[in-house]
C-alpha cells in the first residue's frame, strides 16, 4: 500500500514538472511595452504610426504657437484701446505709432489714417468716395490678421478628422497580418495572435492621442480667433464713425 501510494506521488511529481517545464517563464513572455509593440509591428504599421506622431507633434506646436500667439493679441488690443480712447487727439497718436506699426490695432488704426490723409486735397478738401476708401483700407488689415491668426488651425482641423481613421487603417493592417500568421502556423491558440492584435490597436491609439487635443484645440483657438477678429472690426467701426463725423462736419 505504501510503495503504491510513494508511485502515485512520483508520478504527480513527475507531471508537476513537465507542466511546469512547459509552462512560459515571465523571462519568455511576450514584451508588451510600448516601444516593444512598436518594434514588432509590420514596416506598414510602423510607419503609420510614425506618421501620427509626427501629425500630433506638429499639432501640440501649432497649440502652443497659437496660445502665445492670441495672448500676445489680446495684450496689445487692450493697450492700444486705452491709448486711443485717452482723449489724444488721433494725428498725434498716429505720429506717436509711426509708419510701421507691430500690433493688429495699431495697423487697422494706421491703415485708415493713412486713407484719411491721403483722401486731402491740397487745397484742405477731401476727395469724393472717403469714407468707401477708409472703410475698405481698414477691412484689408483685418483680413491680413486674419490670415495670421488662422494659419495653422486647418491642420488641426484636418488632424482632428483624419487620426482616427489613419490609426483605424493601422489597425486593420495589423490584423489582417495576426490573421496570415494564424494560417502559416495553422495554430489558433490566442497566445499566437495576442501579440500581433495588440500591435494593432496600438496604432488606433495612437490616433486617438493625436486626434483628440487636436480637435479640443482647434475649437478653442478658432473661438478665440474670432473673437480677436470681433473686436478689430469693433474698433474699426467706431474708428469709421468717428471719421464720418468729421466728414459730415
Aim: with cysteine.
Amino acid at each position: 500500500m505504501f510503495q503504491t501510494f510513494l508511485a502515485l506521488a512520483q508520478d504527480a511529481t513527475s507531471v508537476a514538472t513537465t507542466v511546469a517545464a512547459a509552462a512560459p517563464t515571465p523571462a519568455d513572455a511576450p514584451d508588451f511595452s510600448l516601444v516593444a509593440l512598436f518594434l514588432r509591428a509590420t514596416f506598414t504599421v510602423k510607419l503609420v504610426m510614425t506618421g501620427l506622431m509626427l501629425m500630433s507633434f506638429w499639432s501640440w506646436s501649432i497649440i502652443i504657437q497659437k496660445a502665445i500667439l492670441f495672448r500676445a493679441a489680446r495684450k496689445e488690443a487692450a493697450i492700444f484701446d486705452r491709448a486711443f480712447w485717452s482723449g489724444e487727439p488721433l494725428d498725434e497718436l498716429y505720429e506717436t505709432i509711426g509708419p510701421t506699426p507691430e500690433g493688429a490695432s495699431e495697423k487697422i488704426f494706421a491703415s485708415g489714417m493713412l486713407e484719411w490723409r491721403r483722401s486731402h486735397r491740397q487745397d484742405g478738401g477731401l476727395i469724393a468716395g472717403a469714407q468707401a476708401r477708409i472703410d475698405r483700407a481698414m477691412d484689408v488689415a483685418i483680413n491680413r490678421e486674419a490670415e495670421r491668426l488662422n494659419s495653422g488651425l486647418s491642420f488641426l482641423a484636418t488632424c482632428g478628422s483624419t487620426a482616427p481613421f489613419i490609426g483605424l487603417f493601422g489597425t486593420i493592417w495589423g490584423i489582417k497580418h495576426s490573421f496570415e500568421q494564424i494560417a502559416i502556423s495553422q495554430n489558433t491558440n490566442l497566445a499566437v495572435v495576442a501579440p500581433g492584435i495588440a500591435e494593432a490597436l496600438l496604432a488606433t491609439g495612437i490616433g486617438l492621442i493625436a486626434a483628440i487635443p487636436a480637435v479640443v484645440a482647434y475649437n478653442k483657438l478658432n473661438a478665440d480667433s474670432e473673437r480677436i477678429l470681433g473686436g478689430y472690426e469693433a474698433f474699426a467701426d467706431e474708428f469709421a464713425t468717428i471719421l464720418s463725423r468729421q466728414l459730415d462736419a
